[in-house]
């Protein structure tokens, strides 16, 4: 069921073993994946079923390098389907090295390790379309 808290009543609650926050492409997956196992979940998405100029406002940055990159409504949607609504693009997977502490990235660190997502990389890799699993270099 697809529903807007436009017109749930004010103080409503929603409950669900799993909130998924994000109605894109991985977003849905997961909750599918969830829901697909037994759980109840609850699929959170900012945007509408369709593009809504006012929520994706709320994507826009105050400030980018113009020389680095696009402008974000170019390169994220806010509405269900998230970016993959807008993009032509590809998916491939991590490398080991997006995981390590680099100089030149200051604090950010990942909350897991490469080698604890490599079991999950088929599943992901199948649901994305972006490659088999044997195809990810290793180091």
Do not use: K
């Not at 529903?3 to 669900?16: R, Y």
């Not at 109605?23 to 609850?42: K, L, M, R, S, T």
């Not at 105050?62 to 806010?78: F, G, K, Q, Y």
């Not at 502490?101 to 994305?128: F, G, K, M």
């Amino acid at each position: 069921m697809i529903t807007s808290t436009d017109i749930l009543p004010d103080g409503s609650e929603l409950s669900a073993d799993l909130a998924v926050i994000g109605g894109g492409p991985a977003g849905i997956a997961i909750a599918i994946e969830v829901a697909n196992n037994g759980f109840d979940v609850v699929l959170v998405e900012s945007g509408y079923e369709e593009f809504d100029p006012s929520n994706q406002q709320l994507a826009e940055a105050s400030e980018w390098n113009t020389a680095l990159h696009a402008p974000i409504s170019m390169s994220v949607r806010r509405q269900l389907g998230g970016t993959s609504t807008i993009w032509g693009g590809r998916c491939v997977p991590y490398d080991r090295i997006d995981f390590e502490r680099r100089d030149h990235i200051s604090n950010v660190t990942w909350p897991v390790t490469y080698d604890e997502l490599l079991p999950y990389y088929q599943r992901a890799c199948s649901w994305l379309q972006c490659g088999r699993q044997h195809s990810i270099r290793r180091r």
